[in-house]
C-alpha cells in the first residue's frame, strides 16, 4: 500500500508472535506485516522466559487503522510481552479503528500480557478485542488499562466511542461501549463517576486455580489495594480480577505492578522483575 493510500484507507498491519520450548529456554519467533513489529527481545531473568516489547511505529491509531496481534505460545514456554509506550487512539473522519489480540496458549505456558496504557482522544472511534484460549495448565497474567482522553492537558473524552472487549470464550466475558456524549455513565456516581482512568488486572489459569492458590491470589491483591476505589473477585474457579478506578494513569500502573509481582511470586515463586523498558 501507497503512503497515500495509506492516509485513505488507514493502516493494516499484523504481528504474530510463536514461542516454543527448548530444554531450558524458551524460543521466539515473530513475523510481521506493516508497521507493527518487536523492538527487542530479552531475556532478563535467564533463558527460560523471553521479554518482547513490541512497537507501532506511527505512533497512534486512527481512523481506519486495523491492527492484529497474533500470540501463540507452546507447551512450557514462557513469554512477557510489553510495550514501550501507550497506544493511542486518535480523532477519527468517521471510520472505525481497531486493534485486536488473539492469546493461545499451550499446555503448561505462561504468559504476561502487560502493554502501558491506551488513550482515547476526544472524537476516537474505535475497538480494542483481546481474546485469549488456555489449553490445560496453562497461566496468564493479563492487564488493560484505558485513560479516556487527557486530563493533564486539560483534554477531556467528550466526544467519540471506545468499545473495550476481553474475552476467554464461555468463561469470561468483559465488554463495554464508553460514548463520550454519555454523561449518565461518565458522570454519575453509579458510572465512572467522572474517574477518567479504568484498569483491570487478571490472573487466568485452566482448567482452574485450587481454591487456597485463588485465596492466596485474592488476599494478596487486597492487601495492596489500600484506600484506592478498587475491587478484587474471583467470579470462576479459574480466575481472579483486579478492577481499579481512578484519575490518572500512573497510580493505577502502581497499584497494577505491585499485584503483578505479588501474584507473580505467590503463583509462580518468581521475583516481579520489571520489563527494562519500562525504566527507559
Known amino acids: 500500500m501507497t503512503g497515500a493510500a495509506a492516509a485513505r484507507e488507514g493502516w493494516r498491519a499484523q504481528l504474530s508472535l510463536h514461542y516454543r520450548r527448548d530444554g531450558l529456554r524458551t524460543l521466539a519467533h515473530d513475523r510481521h506485516e506493516g508497521p507493527l513489529r518487536v523492538l527487542r527481545r530479552l531475556y532478563p531473568e535467564g533463558p527460560g522466559i523471553c521479554h518482547h516489547v513490541i512497537v507501532h511505529p506511527p505512533g497512534g491509531i486512527v481512523g481506519g487503522d486495523r491492527l492484529a496481534v497474533d500470540v501463540r505460545l507452546d ?28 492469546m493461545s496458549l499451550g499446555a503448561g505456558s505462561r ?19 483481546l481474546t485469549m484460549t488456555f489449553e490445560a495448565g496453562a497461566e496468564a497474567i493479563g492487564w488493560d488499562v484505558l485513560a479516556l482522553g487527557a486530563p493533564a492537558a486539560g483534554e477531556r473524552f467528550d466526544a467519540g466511542r ?8 464461555g468463561r469470561w466475558l468483559e465488554r463495554g461501549r464508553i460514548d463520550g456524549g454519555d454523561a449518565l455513565l461518565l458522570q454519575s456516581p453509579l458510572g465512572l463517576g467522572g474517574h477518567t482512568t479504568l484498569a483491570t488486572l487478571w490472573f487466568a489459569a485452566a482448567p482452574a486455580i485450587e481454591s487456597s492458590r485463588r485465596e492466596v491470589l485474592v488476599d494478596a491483591a487486597r492487601a495492596l489495594v489500600g484506600d484506592a476505589q478498587a475491587g478484587v473477585t474471583a467470579p470462576e474457579p479459574g480466575l481472579v480480577v483486579l478492577r481499579v478506578l481512578v484519575d490518572r494513569v500512573e497510580p493505577a500502573m502502581t497499584l497494577l505492578r505491585a499485584v503483578r509481582a505479588a501474584w507473580r511470586l505467590a503463583a509462580w515463586g518468581l521475583e516481579g522483575v520489571a520489563p527494562r523498558v519500562w525504566s527507559t
Open 75 to 102: 507447551e512450557g514456554s514462557h513469554a512477557l510481552i510489553t510495550t514501550p509506550g501507550a497506544t493511542r487512539f486518535y480523532r477519527s473522519a468517521g471510520a472505525e479503528a481497531s486493534q485486536r489480540v488473539r
Open 111 to 129: 504468559l504476561e500480557w502487560l502493554p502501558l496504557e491506551t488513550i482515547v482522544h476526544r472524537g476516537c472511534i474505535a475497538e480494542s478485542h
Open 162 to 169: 471506545f468499545i473495550q472487549h476481553i474475552e476467554w470464550p
